[in-house]
């Protein structure tokens, strides 16, 4: 039973993530801007259609999508138990 939060925050997105109890996916904790398709507490269970088992594996799918020169991400989430698709635009640093 991990009591540690395994809070990341993903500069490149300006969102905080962080594990989920259940270990599906990683909730999101915060938002940098109101922009952002995405809301507090929604689940994130893809990234590019990648599961996301962790906020160490959603950090790193991320990264490595980021690298190859995209401007977006297409997201799988979970909000109030409907699923849907969003995509997340990376922040120009």
Known sequence: NQNQSQEKYIKSLGIKINDTKDSVGVIVTK???DEINL???DIILEVNREIVE???SFASLVE???KTGRS???LKIKRDEET???TIK???N
């Open 64 to 66: 490595k999508y980021e």
């Open 31 to 33: 938002l940098d801007f």
């Open 72 to 74: 977006s991400l297409l």
């Open 90 to 92: 990376f922040i120009d």
């Open 84 to 86: 849907s698709w969003v």
């Open 39 to 41: 809301q507090k507490d």
């Open 54 to 56: 962790s906020s160490t």
